[in-house]
Every structure is written in structure tokens, then in C-alpha cells.
């Protein structure tokens, strides 16, 4: 029973210091996950080797994420990637004791609700992969080139806030970093300050 | 009627639409809002500050202008006429606020976000001005809820002095009181450590000022680790703050500017202060890494921490040799006490521990009253005056004496009442407390110095605090005794052996008097040891006459007691050696022992070498026995030699303001005090345990001194 305990105490530290110590950076190799899809498929990162990659963080009882889908902003972004043959994968790390999880048949009704179309939405309910990215915010953008590399990490725009006026005038992060990646060019603004409510993860 | 009704709903109409815009209090979802003017009118040329106030219900928060790991900062959007301009938001130190693994920085409760607006000089007298402004704020709990709200009013413009906002100016007074002030009286650096950033302030002050929970908040995201705690760890100047660095300062220009908080300030009235500093690599220090003292087991004390390593010093106190006689003493009489009923025994426990308690409190009100005066003392002072040297000596010796059983103190007195001897045992019992304190102080037991150093950099009443548990820990013991009898109970039955165990214990009693006529030889010479032992022999002389005749007929008894009396002042008037102080020095510094002084360290610190600084005293017991079993040892004289390792030794058996200067810069304020200084370094040293071991210094060498 102690042991059990021990084991237990043990676990939930690793997972604090992970959680305080993660995050990654540009240039680092993005940390391999396989997470389940709202439609009961497995997604492992490495699928997706030789193509562009975005991870996008979401949660749809954001304003901020609700922001970018209620402008269209989010979805003509994914419309516009994935012709491109980039994969789009949404992620929510919301904890199924948060109020704002939404389980998987209620995600795939607000996606449909809002258009969305990414190349597949994961759940994190366990926070592990979130924590492992250092995601902190939703939306928080990475983009993974070919090769497994990030190549930008931070927010999805240079605008902070929650109002959709701001969103003509932002310079929209991921969108120059695929341009760039996409053009063959370096990525220009690798790393910014993502904005938005805080990821929910499980205590 | 018609009409009336038409103008009333015409009247609702342009105030309803009115409604959003006003300077009143807004109520949104968790949130209240207002836009509050300081001044009920503008002055041409004057600036007037407008404060933005936000009550957030309770648990949810808005944020710093960094709002940490996720979260918005509130934001002003000013419309102005002609010629105004609005200055920055001014804003107050904010918080850590924890979600979940994340963490915020922001307000909780209500704020003032003050603005200072710019007022043209050519504006005329009786006009009024509209100010407008547009607030957007992000109220967040566990979920955030984005808020705005535009306020809009208009001031007239006066040349009279204007009236201050009756309800809000002294809030808005003291939010201008409590914002970030330039860092005053601290030098900052900082520097990145492995995955730390490292700050260390040091303080420019012969004191350093007491802080707790030193946090930094930098204005913009990417230096730290948010939610990764901050570590305070006191250092010999200063304080060193440790955070997890995020991994995007690696691609930082530029200077951190951000604020630093503590509690309760880093000055008089400065809780936050603006800080603004280049982060240095790690390479460029990589010399000074090695001597953060993260040696020193006591680096940072808090009052809670304080109190328990008081009183554990106190319960550790009770076993060392210049207290040990005293406990002897004092188990003798609590087996007699058991013999009584238990709440007897109960009343000398408490008596012994008030007695333990007051002379705790008169020697910390002392040190704090001579500490106001800026006198350049410390702890152990009692024994650097050869006059108490020689008072405590005759003190022990008369108690040795009985012990012996020379004479007894209380025979003459069995016939009188039961009522007064049990009075007079209660005032004993408080007398033996405030004699264990006295002996006590000579030993600087582990875990004291930074207790005592603690206490004596607090302000008074914590001080008094910190003696208190030290008083408690030390009669801890006797308090356990007194009310679980039970334990007294597996002491033996008083006998013939309780006269003996007496006898025998009479001999450390004597050491003690041998020890004190060393000190004392050392302080003043052997002329004034010399004088002591004769005092002594007269009040030996005296007291055996007590002995002999005290209890024989009325005459006799009256005759000894006179002769006595006569012989025992004489002696002390002999005894007394005054407060001349020997000029010979009290500490061997010689061999490979060099005097030390602050001009010896600092050149053998400008010449490169390591240096070891012995910081003693001839009364101080832990000092002896680690000078003579792990200093002078030949494992160390052969390492120090070898490594060519400065010693110096600092003597504090008498009074010597610079060693206590110095000793307050380490954060001590008695010794024993070990500091090792690595080579070829110019900052803080090592501080070595109270309690040396041979291991424990050679490691410290290999440290300050590496094989070369």
C-alpha cells in the first residue's frame, strides 16, 4: 500500500517537474506523441513525417480561441495549409474534470458547427503531450517541419487580445513561418509570446 | 400629458444610450470598473492623474501588463482633446497566481491603474474638457471572460487649487505610494547558471536588511520559466535568487527589466522595486560559481525556521560542558522533588523555566538596547569583560565548594516555616534558570549563530521572539521532567549515593573555575589570575568557617559568620582584576598562524591565495576543540601547506570592533566563525559548520585551493 503510495507521490512529482521544466524551442527535435482522434483514430506525430506539420491548442470555451473560429481566421488558415499538403492537428488538453472538456462527440459537433477542417483533432485529457510542449495558451501554435524540426513556436499572431477587429491588422506568426518554410527560406520570427486563456490542465 | 410622456421617454431614451459611456461604476460579468478623475478639475499645465479601478470578485483576477503564462493585460485607450497626451498605465508590483501548472502574474481583489495625463498650459479658465477612454480587460478564474467598457466625463478648467476625489484620492495616493521605485541601496547582477537565471543583489549596507519571498516578475515574457518557483538563498552580502530560465533568453538582447518584490521591503517603504540589468553568461562568472556559499547550512532562516533552530539550539545548549555542571545540579534536586507531590514539582519546572526565560529576555533586551546605541558588540560579550570572567569563577567555585561538602546552604534554615522553604525553593528553582543562562553563553552551540543573527538584525520584537524559544528549548528538558514525573521515577531512590554522585559532580564544577582562570589569564594577564586563586582560597577560608562553626552555638555561629563575611569580601575585592585588558595576545598566533586583520586578508587575496580565517576566542569551548582536535591537526597543517593556503586568525577573547564588523559582514555575530576564500577570487567566502570536521575543512580547501 505505501509502495503504492510512493509510486503514486513519484509520478505526480515527475509529472510537476515536467510540467514546470517542458517546453521546447525552435530548432529542438518536436517531441514524438500518439493521441487518439475524435473520430477513435491513433495519431502518432512520426505519421506525418515529410510533410509540414502544425499543432494548433484549442479549446472552444475560449474567447480567444473563440475569436479566430467565429472570424473564419482559424479555418481559412487550415483551408488554405492543407491544400498546401501541410497537416493541421488540433489538440485539446483540457482535463475531463474541467468544465470546459468537451468529450469527443461533442467536438466533432463544434467543429462541425464552426467549419473547422484540420487534418485531424487529438484530445490530450491526461495534459501529457500539452505539458511535453510547454503549450500554455490556447491557441498556442508550433510548426514542425519535414524533418521532425519546430520551426515556430508561440503565438498565432502579434495582437493579443480577444477582439476580431484586431485580427486584419495582426500579422499572423504561423502563416509567415509556413510561407517562409514553404518558399524554402528561414523562418524570420521563430518564437512568440503565445496569447490566450490558460491551457486546463488536470492538476 | 401627452407632451410629458413624449419628454420622459425621450429623457430615458438619450440616458440609456448614455449609459455605457460614463464615469460611474460599470458592473460586467465578475468585474467592476470606473474611471475615477483625482482632481474634480484641471489646471492649464498641470498633470492630472486618472485612475482606471477594477474590483474583480473574489477568485478571479485581471493581469499585469506580463501576464505570465497565459491571460491579456488590461488596456487604456485614450480620447483626448487637442494639446492632452496620456502617459503610460502605472502599474502596481503584481502577484503569482497559480493555475493549475500554469502561473499568472496579475491582481486579485481590486486595483488602481493610474494614468498621468498631460494638460496643455494655454487652456482657458471656465471652459470644460470631455475625457474619454475605452478600458479592455480579461477577468479570469478557472475560465476568462474578455470585458470592456468606455467612460467618458468632463472636467471644467480652473486656476483655483482643485478639490481631490472625496471617496477614491487617498486610495489612489497610496496606489502611487506603493508603485515600483528604483532599486535603492542593492547591487544587482545576474547571470545564467545552467538552466538558472541567477540574480544576486548584495547590499550596500555594513547590514543587510532582512527580506523573504523575493520574486521577480520581468516586463516581458521569455526570460523565465513562469511557474517554476523561485529560490531565495541568502548569501554572505546579500541575497541570490535562482529561476528556471526559459529557453528563449538564450536569443535575448538586451537587458532584463522587469521588477523585483519582497516582503517586507527591500528598503523603508519599497516593496517593488524597477530593476533593469544585463545577463551575463555563465562563462564570463565562472570563477565566482565556485564560492556561492552554498556551503552554509543556515543560508536563509525565516522567523518560523528561526524559532525552531532556537529552540533547538536552547535543547542542545543543555549539554554543553560550561552548561552540563548546572544540569547536574538541577537533576540532583528533582530527584528531592520527587519525593514531593507532582504539582510541587510542577511549579519548580516552571519556575526553573521562568527563570530560564527572564534572564533570556534581560540579555536580548540588553544586546537590543546596547544594539541601539550602536555599540560594536556580540554575542559572548559578557565573557570578553574580565570582571565577570573572575565573578563567574567565584560563582562556580562556592558552588563546587558545596557540592563538596564543604558547607550547606539551607541547614540553618530548616527551622523555619515549611511554607517559606518552599518559597524559598520555587526562587532557588528560577535562580538555577537564570544561572544556566549565564553559563550558557560562552557556547555558541550549532544551529545559534544564525538564530542569534537572525534576532539581532530583526526588529525588536521578533529578536525577542527568537531569545524566547531559545530560553523554552533550553529548559525543554527540565519542563518534560517536572510534568512526567513517570520519567523521574527510573532515576534511583535517593541514598547514600545521591551525597556521592554530589561529591563527584563538584569536580567538572572546578574545571569550570580552571577554565574560566584560563580565560581570564588570557584577558589580563597572570597577575590578575593570580589575584583570583588568593580571592578564591579566602572565600574558600570563609565558607569553611560557615561550615565548621555556622551550625554550632549561638556565639560561634555569630563569630564564624562575621569572620566570614569579612574574609569572603576581602576576597572578592582581591579577586576583582578590574577591566584592564593584557596587552599580550590572548590566541596563539604564531607558527603557521597569521594575525588577522583586514588589510592581512586583503593582500593575501590580491597575491591569489586561498585564504582561511579562524575567527575565535579563548572562552569560547567549541572554539578550543575544534582549533586543537581538527585545525591544528597535522591531516590539515600538511593540506594547508600544501596548497598554500593563507591562515589567519581573528581573536575576539577581548573586545575588537573591527573582528565584530567583520563578523557582522559574514551575518554572524559570534564565533566560532570558519570563512574560506577560494583563490584568486574576489567575492564572498565559504562559511565552514560550527562544529568542524577534518573532512568537512579539507573539502572546503579542495574547493577554495584545487590541486594545481
Known amino acids: 500500500m505505501s509502495k503504492l503510495v510512493a509510486t503514486f507521490l513519484a509520478v505526480s512529482m515527475a509529472a510537476l517537474v515536467s510540467a514546470a521544466q517542458a517546453a521546447v524551442a525552435p530548432g529542438q527535435a518536436a517531441p514524438e506523441f500518439s493521441l487518439v482522434d475524435i473520430n477513435g483514430r491513433v495519431q502518432k506525430l512520426s505519421d506525418y513525417r515529410g510533410k509540414y506539420v502544425v499543432l494548433e491548442w484549442f479549446n472552444s470555451e475560449c474567447p480567444f480561441v473563440q475569436k479566430h473560429y467565429e472570424s473564419g481566421n482559424m479555418q481559412a488558415l487550415q483551408a488554405r495549409y492543407t491544400q498546401k499538403g501541410v497537416a493541421w492537428l488540433g489538440i485539446n488538453s483540457t482535463s475531463p474534470r474541467h468544465s470546459n472538456y468537451r468529450d469527443p462527440a461533442r467536438s466533432q459537433a463544434i467543429l462541425k458547427e464552426w467549419k473547422s477542417a484540420p487534418t485531424a483533432f487529438v484530445l490530450d485529457p491526461d495534459g501529457k503531450v500539452g505539458k511535453q510542449y510547454g503549450a500554455r495558451t490556447t491557441p498556442h501554435m508550433y510548426v514542425i517541419d519535414p524533418k521532425g524540426t519546430l520551426v515556430y513556436v508561440g503565438g498565432i499572431d502579434d495582437r493579443p487580445s480577444t477582439s476580431q477587429r484586431d485580427i486584419a491588422t495582426a500579422r499572423n506568426l504561423v502563416a509567415a513561418a509556413l510561407d517562409e518554410s514553404l518558399s524554402g527560406k528561414p523562418v524570420g520570427t521563430p518564437s512568440a509570446t503565445p496569447y490566450g486563456c490558460s491551457v486546463k490542465y488536470d492538476n | ?708
Open chain 2, 1 to 708: 400629458m401627452r407632451w410629458l410622456a413624449i419628454c420622459l421617454i425621450l429623457l430615458i431614451t438619450a440616458l440609456t444610450s448614455m449609459a455605457p459611456v460614463s464615469a460611474t461604476p460599470v458592473q460586467r460579468p465578475h468585474i467592476e470598473a470606473e474611471l475615477i478623475p483625482e482632481k474634480s478639475s484641471l489646471r492649464p499645465g498641470a498633470p492630472l492623474t486618472v485612475a482606471l479601478r477594477l474590483k474583480m470578485e473574489n477568485r478571479w483576477h485581471t493581469y499585469w501588463k506580463n501576464p505570465g503564462d497565459s491571460g491579456l493585460p488590461t488596456r487604456i485607450s485614450w480620447t483626448l482633446p487637442q494639446g492632452f497626451s496620456a502617459g503610460p498605465v502605472q502599474w502596481p508590483a503584481p502577484r503569482r497566481i497559480n493555475v493549475g501548472p500554469l502561473t499568472n502574474f496579475g491582481y486579485e481583489g481590486g486595483i488602481f491603474l493610474l494614468t498621468d495625463i498631460q494638460v496643455p498650459a494655454g487652456l482657458a479658465a471656465g471652459t470644460a474638457v470631455p475625457i474619454t477612454a475605452k478600458a479592455d480587460w480579461l477577468v479570469c478564474e478557472e475560465i476568462c471572460i474578455p470585458g470592456d467598457a468606455t467612460f467618458s466625463f468632463m472636467l471644467p478648467v480652473s486656476n483655483e487649487p482643485a478639490a481631490a476625489d472625496p471617496k477614491w484620492a487617498k486610495a489612489i495616493e497610496r496606489t502611487r505610494q506603493q508603485l515600483p521605485r528604483p532599486l535603492e541601496g542593492w547591487n544587482l547582477d545576474a547571470y545564467l547558471r545552467g538552466d538558472d537565471l541567477v540574480l544576486r543583489l548584495s547590499s550596500g549596507r555594513a547590514r543587510v536588511v532582512r527580506i523573504h519571498n523575493l520574486t521577480l516578475f520581468p516586463d516581458q515574457d521569455g526570460w523565465i520559466e513562469n511557474a517554476s518557483p523561485q529560490r531565495m538563498i541568502r548569501t554572505t552580502g546579500g541575497y541570490e535568487l535562482r529561476v528556471a530560465s526559459a529557453p528563449a533568453i538564450r536569443s535575448k538582447s538586451g537587458p532584463l527589466t522587469g521588477l523585483i518584490v519582497a516582503e517586507p521591503g527591500l528598503a523603508q517603504g519599497v516593496a517593488a522595486a524597477v530593476v533593469e540589468v544585463p545577463v551575463e553568461s555563465a562563462s564570463a562568472l565562472a570563477d565566482e560559481i565556485l564560492e556561492q556559499p552554498a556551503l552554509s547550512p543556515f543560508a536563509d532562516v525565516g522567523l518560523l525556521a528561526a524559532l525552531g533552530l532556537a529552540f533547538l539550539g536552547g535543547v542542545i545548549l543543555n549539554l554543553m560542558p560550561c552548561v552540563f555542571p548546572v544540569v547536574s545540579i538541577k537533576v540532583l534536586s528533582f530527584v528531592e522533588q520527587a519525593r514531593g507531590n507532582p504539582a510541587r514539582l510542577r511549579a519548580h519546572g516552571l519556575a526553573f523555566a521562568a527563570g530560564v526565560l527572564v534572564s533570556f529576555w534581560v540579555v536580548a533586551g540588553m544586546l537590543l538596547a546596547l544594539r541601539a546605541q550602536g555599540e560594536a558588540l556580540g554575542w559572548g560579550y559578557q565573557l570578553q569583560s574580565p570582571s565577570v570572567v573572575a565573578a563567574l569563577a567565584l560563582l562556580f567555585f562556592v558552588l563546587a565548594l558545596n557540592l563538596s561538602g564543604l558547607f550547606e546552604v539551607g541547614t540553618s534554615l530548616q527551622s523555619l516555616a515549611a511554607k517559606l522553604r518552599l518559597r524559598n525553593d520555587y526562587a532557588d528553582s528560577a535562580l538555577s534558570g537564570l544561572l544556566a543562562t549565564l553559563v550558557a553563553t560562552p557556547c555558541t552551540a550549532p544551529f545559534m549563530g544564525a538564530a542569534l543573527g537572525f534576532a539581532l538584525t530583526q526588529p525588536a520584537s521578533e529578536a525577542m521572539l527568537v531569545f524566547s524559544a531559545l530560553a523554552l528549548g533550553m529548559s525543554s528538558p527540565y519542563l518534560l521532567l517536572c510534568f512526567w514525573p513517570a520519567l523521574i521515577r527510573r532515576i534511583p531512590r535517593p541514598g547514600r549515593w545521591m551525597e556521592t554522585l554530589k561529591q563527584v559532580l563538584a569536580f567538572p564544577l572546578f574545571l569550570t573555575v580552571v577554565w574560566l582562570a584560563w580565560v581570564l589569564g588570557k584577558q589580563a594577564g597572570v597577575d590578575a589570575v593570580a589575584r583570583l586563586l588568593a580571592g578564591l582560597t579566602l572565600i574558600a577560608a570563609a565558607l569553611w568557617m560557615i561550615g565548621r562553626w555556622g551550625a554550632s552555638t549561638e556565639t560561634g555561629k555569630r563569630a564564624a559568620t562575621v569572620v566570614a563575611l569579612a574574609l569572603a569580601v576581602a576576597g572578592c575585592v582581591f579577586a576583582w582584576p578590574g577591566n584592564k585588558t593584557a596587552d599580550a595576545v590572548a590566541e596563539e598566533v604564531t607558527g603557521p598562524w597569521k594575525r588577522w586583520s583586514p588589510d592581512a586578508l586583503a593582500s593575501a587575496r590580491a597575491e591569489g591565495r586561498a585564504v582561511f580565517v579562524d575567527f575565535t576566542a579563548a572562552w569560547c569551548v567549541t572554539c578550543q576543540v575544534n582549533k586543537r582536535l581538527v585545525l591544528e591537526s597535522d591531516a590539515l597543517h600538511a593540506r594547508f601547506k600544501e596548497r598554500n593556503v593563507v591562515r589567519l586568525r581573528a581573536d575576539w577573547t577581548n573586545q575588537d570592533a573591527q573582528i565584530t564588523a567583520a563578523l557582522r559582514d559574514l551575518g554572524r555575530i559570534g564565533v566560532p566563525v570558519y570563512a574560506v576564500y577560494a583563490a584568486g577570487s574576489k567575492g564572498a567566502p565559504i562559511l565552514l559548520p560550527e562544529l568542524l570536521t577534518q573532512e568537512r575543512v579539507l573539502r572546503a580547501i579542495d574547493v577554495a585551493a584545487p590541486p594545481s
